[in-house]
């Protein structure tokens, strides 16, 4: 169980353009969605917590304007990168948290979304 | 806000040998510390976490220790294979405040055989 799926895998696109990637919990309910950014040999730094039916939380230096996050629904969270310069080229990694048991949670990362733009 | 260290970035070790990676963290309140292993190209992998009400836990060849009253957490893994090759990460959270994750840099481990 705890299975994320992210969609696209892989994605290039023109300078300008905008790309959505949308992440899924298939087998539980995901009140809260994390999104990360991983550039070639660094960690996975935090752009966003999304939460089901409010306004994603962004962290400092992230533009809440170019990275459009939806959490519509319990089991899917998209992030949307509008305007997407050669810059934005980075590994897009989703997580979700699952609630086990009383208080602990533990969070289950997705495939990755390779974004490259042109 | 929480800060993660991570030691060494890069460690090398013959297969069967062990490897061991120490992580400390800044913020006495965080209480939940997961490993991640992640290869190349693909999502990060769950391989073991602790709470801070435990002071070590073990699963096979992976442990992990807490040391709460010096912030820092350590991951071993004993009898290393060459499967176990990956990028290593810790990561801190306080688990009542939402579970945002705080990671470390990272430990590129090589096991030759």
């Known amino acids: 169980g705890a299975v994320v799926s992210q969609h696209p895998s892989r994605v290039i696109c023109k300078s300008g353009t905008s790309v959505k990637i949308e992440c899924r919990s298939l087998?539980?309910?995901?009140?809260?969605m994390f999104w990360y950014r991983q550039f070639p040999k660094q960690s996975l730094m935090l752009m966003a917590t999304?939460?089901?039916?409010?306004?994603?939380?962004?962290e400092q230096g992230v533009e809440k304007d170019k990275f459009l996050i939806n959490h519509a629904s319990l089991t899917l969270s998209t992030l949307t990168v509008t305007s997407a310069h050669p810059e934005d080229s980075s590994f897009y990694i989703c997580?979700?948290?699952?609630?086990?048991?009383?208080?602990?949670?533990?969070?289950?990362f997705g495939p990755g979304t390779r974004l490259t733009v042109l | 806000g929480e800060n993660v260290e991570q030691h060494p970035s890069t460690l090398s070790v013959q297969e069967g040998d062990s490897a061991v990676i120490k992580c400390t963290y800044s913020?006495?309140?965080?209480?939940?510390f997961p490993w991640y292993k992640q290869e190349l190209g693909k999502r990060p992998q769950l391989i073991i976490d602790?709470?801070?009400?435990?002071g070590e836990k073990k699963d096979q060849r992976i442990a992990v220790t807490l040391n709460k009253t010096a912030k820092h957490f350590s991951l071993h893994i004993t009898e290393t294979q060459p499967e176990d090759s990956a990028v290593y990460f810790c990561?801190?959270?306080?688990?009542?405040?939402?579970?945002?994750?705080?990671f470390g840099e990272g430990t590129q481990l090589t096991v030759n055989p």
């Open positions: 997580s979700a948290r699952r609630r086990t048991s009383g208080s602990t949670d533990t969070q289950y």
């Open positions: 087998d539980f309910q995901a009140t809260t």
């Open positions: 999304s939460n089901e039916g409010s306004k994603a939380t962004y």
């Open positions: 913020d006495s309140a965080s209480n939940y």
């Open positions: 602790i709470r801070s009400n435990v």
């Open positions: 990561a801190a959270s306080q688990e009542t405040s939402g579970s945002r994750l705080t």
